[in-house]
């Protein structure tokens, strides 16, 4: 699938399924470190997006659906999830503003925009055991294939692996910021549900690309 | 799971109606978003106060929103900080002209969600001040971590700040003394049971017959360590350590002492543990002049309880003396 | 077993003793016997007024002691009535000239050590009434029974009485007030899990993760029937029908509404539960003009609530309002 | 032994004995049917009494001490079961008063004004399923055995195996005095604590008695 806006929609929507299914996974995760409500936080979230995305004009390009997601997000999910990823939607927004279809480029100024959000907001470094783990290795994927010359498709994916593996990765480790934080060593051998609900919606976007 | 609810998706719409309803003498509720402001907001030249922050903490903040308190509370999804929309409902609708302080405590997404109401506040030209109550002494306040979390302090900060607001103080004078009592104030908890999420339908974390978390936070979180259960008098001496050595309180300090409930503890329970916890601060040559014992900040059905000490003076326990008129602290009028 | 406990002999001492530390502005403890007192009493001239009951209830009684409700409460062991001393103690201890109205429960522990204390009293020269609450319409009140209990129902006698008393009643006004609150209220509850009675280290009755146990009393005994967990809403229909039927309430009538927690459950539930519950009563044409939710007649940590109904007139809701300065009740000063 | 002074206190010193070990027995039939706290009341109020029977001076008859373990459990045991005990011993020490010893009419005497004093205070009637099942039985059996020319100690023993079997009785019927009255058809099936407890009392008796 090109990457219009049909396929920024397609995301979406896929994303909001993803989210439903893995919805008591993602609150388990958060149960054992957390809170127990990023599954739900989730689910409310791409939900409420999933009820706006038919209002979207019919000449609306991939900027306009994630300035949509972004907004819609930042409105109903809470939270720390909501405005982290409320602000990387809407920095992935503006970083592709004006755009009707997205190349390599693009797709990796996209990925590296929604990161670089989601720092500013939430001030994590790599190793913090957060989203930011799940999103940096994804970025860096996703510019390494470009620059390797892979194609759309290739960057998504290769940007869907490295956030799950970076997801995997938080395991081991204490967490610097967010409710996990508190816990101190008792955060060990618990996955970050933030960095695991990063991976599955990266995953959901190379999955609509390849349909 | 055995609540009393109906649809668990419903349950903070429905209480927030239930709570409107029971208390229609002192405060309105706006639903969708949800919001409880003060029956006589906006009150004309005087700073407004909002709180807010996940339910499953009442009364903590509904049962604090009248006269003398706040002047709106927003209550989010359990556990679940509110977005900025309602915090800006709220913030616009408490606005008498004076000013508007944000009473956050100290969670990233209690954080994020204020501090981008704030924002759209300021842009429609409203002055917001914000104060991040950081009260809780069993996470270490480092580099390392989120920083100290916003427990049952939070009820002082909004009684004493809420004061000064009605009593006419400016914006700046108010936030100042919220800072003051933030500087002043130390608390930490104990858990006996979890407590469930009603959307989530299991506890946070299971205990086995004979243990206790210590150092739990108000959102079922576990804490920072797990030992096995304790008489009372001993868990009290655990959760006052800390508290007293983090300030630190000395002989001669009066003080406000509170014994927080965390909503599935019996009242029984919770004078055994003010007895003795009066007892200590004696031996330490603390003079407790004001207390406050109950359910105040609850992490729903959670056994358990924290001890909050606020090092008073004579400007504090004026303002703690001034009337309130609250659903859930209520004197003076 | 998880309690915040020391010796669980002395679970009342400890938290009667911990009540007159934290509320020494209003209350005197008096220790073995344990009762608690106003400050101010024996009050000259004035009806004194004195409850009681096993503890395990609280805020009931002591909660309620202070201006414009009760002059003294006695608390016996867990959910087990005060033997005569501490009662006789109480009422001459309050006895201001006037005589002293007994507010007991009907139980037949506290029926018969209530009239024990009244009788030794009495031989003391000082005037005593007693009055029988027992609102509880889950028992039917027959010759085969040992009559309705008194639940929740109690704090509404209290309430109205102690006002009745402080405005200058004589006894015998005090008394037919007393009698009339209790002639206009009735009251329903529900368990979603039983208690543990500190000394007996085990759950009064078990219940399966599904169910519940419909018009149980306060002693963490079992209810009448033992049913599926359902809905709020629908729970709050099974205890308003036989709440509703048994005076009967009628279209037009004033209520206070009054949700009561059992102790373990939190209050986001209460709310919940007074939203449909408001509802209902306005569909049957009563209006809900008075309210009250919170725990005030708890046992221990059950999880659970009662829902009361009071029929107001002018008269009742006159005394509900006016000022009451107790631990656990409170407005007007 | 004879039913003198000696008896009497041993009597009770045995039951106190008696009823802490059968704390917890009395504590579960009343958490099934009550409130939870009979042993524990009847633990409290005989260990009461315990502490107060060498206070005692050495001329005191058997109605003395019953007139001390009357005014002693009234004012320690509460709920129910103290006035009621209360009242039964209070009347027990006025039907025996002035008697250094006891025969056995004096003994049928004295069970005969305690379950008066039990009936008179509670009003219940055989078959409410209450203490009073225990005792009338009990009554009857030392009021027969006497008539028939048994000794103290036998009649005693009649009276211990009447209020047993009173007891036992009270298992398949509904109530309708206490707390079990509450319960309707519930309460089938169980035990009355109270009846229970007195038939430990009145087997303490019989055993004191035999030694
Ligand atoms: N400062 C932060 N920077 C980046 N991500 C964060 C930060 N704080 C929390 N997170 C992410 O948010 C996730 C938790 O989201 P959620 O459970 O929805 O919110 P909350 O913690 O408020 O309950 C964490 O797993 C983590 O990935
Ligand atoms: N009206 C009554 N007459 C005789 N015995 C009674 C009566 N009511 C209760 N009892 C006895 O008291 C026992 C309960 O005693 P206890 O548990 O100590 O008191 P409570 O019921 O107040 O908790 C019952 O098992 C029953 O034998
Ligand atoms: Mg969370
Ligand atoms: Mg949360
Ligand atoms: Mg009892
Ligand atoms: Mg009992």
Known sequence: MNLGATWAKAWIRTSADVMSEHRVELINLDREIGDGDHGENMDRGFQAVLGKLDDLPADAAPGDVFKLVATTLISTVGGAAGPLYGTAFLKAAVAVAGALELDGAALVALLTAARDGIVLRGKAELGDKTMVDAWTPAVDAAAAAHEAGANDLDILIAAANAAEAGAVATEPWVARKGRASYLGERAIGHRDPGAQSSALLLRAAADTAAA | ?333
């Open chain 2, 1 to 333: 799971m055995k609540k009393l609810v109906n649809d668990p998706k419903n349950v903070v719409d429905e209480a927030v109606a239930g709570f409107g309803a029971a208390h229609a003498d002192l405060v309105s509720v706006h639903q969708d978003p949800n919001f409880i402001v003060r029956k006589d907001a906006p009150v004309a030249g005087k700073v407004g106060l909002v709180s807010g922050g996940g339910s499953g903490h009442e009364p903590m903040h509904g049962g604090f929103v009248g006269f003398g308190m706040l002047d709106a509370a927003v209550p989010g999804a359990v556990f679940t900080s509110p977005t900025p929309d309602p915090i800006l409902a709220a913030t616009k609708a408490v606005d008498g002209g004076a000013g508007v302080l944000h009473i956050v405590k100290n969670y990233t997404g209690d954080v994020l969600n204020f501090e981008t109401a704030a924002d759209l506040a300021a842009a429609d030209g409203i002055e917001v001040r914000s104060v991040l109550v950081n009260d809780d002494v069993a996470v270490k306040d480092s580099l390392y971590t989120a920083g100290r979390r916003g427990v049952a302090g939070t009820v002082l900060v909004e009684k004493i700040a809420g004061a000064a607001a009605d009593r006419g103080d400016n914006l700046d004078a108010v936030a100042t003394v919220a800072e003051k009592v933030i500087a002043r104030v130390r608390s930490m908890g104990v858990a006996l049971t979890p407590c469930v999420v009603p959307h989530a339908g299991e506890p946070s974390f299971t205990l086995a017959e004979d243990e206790i978390e210590i150092g739990i936070g108000i959102h079922g979180e576990p804490g920072r360590e797990r030992i096995r259960l304790e008489p009372a008098d001993a868990i009290v001496d655990r959760l006052l350590g800390p508290i007293l050595d983090d300030i630190p309180f000395v002989s001669g300090d009066e003080v406000l002492l509170m014994v927080n409930g965390m909503g599935g503890t019996p009242q029984i329970e919770l004078y055994i543990v003010f007895r003795h916890a009066a007892e200590v601060l004696a031996a330490k040559g603390l003079t407790v002049t004001r207390t406050l014992v109950g359910n105040f900040t609850t992490s729903l059905e959670m056994q358990g309880m924290s001890i909050t000490v606020l090092k008073l003076d004579q400007e504090l326990t004026t303002l703690w003396d001034a009337p309130v008129q609250t659903a859930a602290l209520r004197w003076g009028r």
